[in-house]
């Protein structure tokens, strides 16, 4: 077989391209390669990056590599200024995961650790300032809070941090660890926040994982200071994802849909809003998908058990944000230019609830993408008590 395979992607991933690399994976990339597997992606005309990282750096199902070959990939650049936090424990036979296509023993990169899970955390400012802690929605990564953190390290101690099946963290395969329900995502931010947050914590959480957040927090009120939702799902037009979240849940094709890189990551954060992504931040959304396959089939089961349970968690979040015995001090941000939840019921909802509503007119379903440095003096005002908030 040849020492070295070429793809090229114009714009968007080819389908037919990827059916054949598909074939390819499952006749030749399990036979250990003198060389590595190359490949060339282009976008939208710009120049040409190459994708060569060594084969044992891939998982031995989706492509290799994953940074640039001509200079420092920004996906690196971001990988160190975080660190990697080990926090719940792994369930499981601890047998050796599969994928789901072929069956076939997955690599290093889809594998849990042996005892806690690997999440990967970026802090910013003092350790004794009071302590903000950003969540990421679905799906996305911690880097969406890049712009947000230097703005929030004034006067606190911000941490971001990767869900498990997302950027740097571990992927565990379903029923090899991890089967991404939505008690297992409350659970496993619980011991997160306990190993990373000794003292009471603020907790500012995007888009489709906010209900794990406000069930967390509906379980331990006690721990946190406040609660700020950005574009949160809160009405029963909510409840239906949208096509280009629905689509990885299909049958067979959401497996397929969810290796490809650019509609995994380009396309969900694009279409969800107004924003316009830059090259070096879609390499460091793609990188999860280029190395690992593990990345694609966490997508995958997400979609499958948002698709069918969106509609209990969100009736959830409704009934704990309107109970009368919910004591935490909480904020809904909206980015009024959402593709993806409408705001119509909104301001209702929230009147009724008599939390408090702060609209961004230019920012979309993802508001720290779009509006990042004015989110971050939002959070300070709101966490401060500014009289201008």
């Known amino acids: ?53 060594p084969v044992s750096a891939g998982d031995g199902f989706s492509f290799s590599g994953g940074k640039y070959s001509d200079g420092p990939s920004p996906s690196d650049e971001w990988f160190k200024q975080g660190k990697i936090v080990k926090a719940h424990p792994v369930s499981g036979s601890g047998d050796k995961a599969k994928d789901p296509i072929f ?28 302590t903000v802690i950003l969540i990421h929605g679905f799906p996305s990564q911690a880097y969406s809070y890049r712009k947000v953190l230097p703005t929030l390290s004034k006067n606190y101690h911000a941490i971001a941090f990767d869900w498990l099946g997302f950027g740097f963290s571990d992927k565990p395969q379903p029923r090899y660890g991890f089967d991404y329900t939505m008690d297992e995502f409350v659970a496993s931010l619980e011991s997160l926040i306990n190993e990373i947050a000794t003292e009471k914590v603020s907790l500012v959480v995007q888009g489709y994982f906010s209900p794990i957040a406000v069930k967390y927090a509906s379980n331990l009120q006690g721990k946190l ?10 009405t029963a037009t909510h409840a239906n994802l949208p096509s280009a979240l629905s689509i990885f849940s299909n049958f067979l094709l959401g497996e397929i849909f969810c290796q490809d890189p650019l509609r995994a990551s380009d396309k969900t954060l694009t ?89 961004l007119p230019m920012a979309g379903h993802h508001v720290q993408e779009d509006c990042g440095e004015e989110l971050g003096e939002i959070i300070s005002g709101i966490l401060g008590r500014r009289s201008t908030i």
């Open 1 to 53: 077989m040849p020492s070295s395979v070429i793809f090229t992607l114009e714009g968007r991933f080819p389908f037919t391209n990827f059916l054949l690399f598909l074939d390819l994976v499952s006749r030749h990339k399990y036979v250990r390669l003198r060389k590595p597997l190359n490949l060339t992606c282009s976008s939208n005309g710009q120049d040409d990056y190459l994708i060569d990282a």
């Open 103 to 130: 069956g076939l023993k997955m690599g290093a990169a889809s594998q849990a650790s042996n005892d806690l899970f690997r999440w990967f955390c970026v802090e910013s400012g003092n350790a004794d300032n009071p």
């Open 225 to 234: 200071n406040d609660l700020i939702l950005l574009n949160p799902p809160l």
């Open 271 to 359: 279409s969800s809003g107004p924003y316009k992504m830059k090259e070096d931040d879609a390499m460091v959304y793609r990188r999860p998908y280029l190395t690992s396959g593990s990345a694609g089939f966490a997508l995958n089961v997400i979609s499958k058990t948002m698709k069918k349970d969106l509609k209990a968690y969100v009736e959830e979040t409704r009934k704990t944000l309107l109970d009368e015995n919910w004591k935490v001090k909480t904020t809904v941000c909206w980015g009024r230019r959402d593709r993806w939840l409408s705001y119509d019921g909104v301001e209702d909802f929230l009147n009724n609830s008599k939390h408090k509503l702060i609209e």
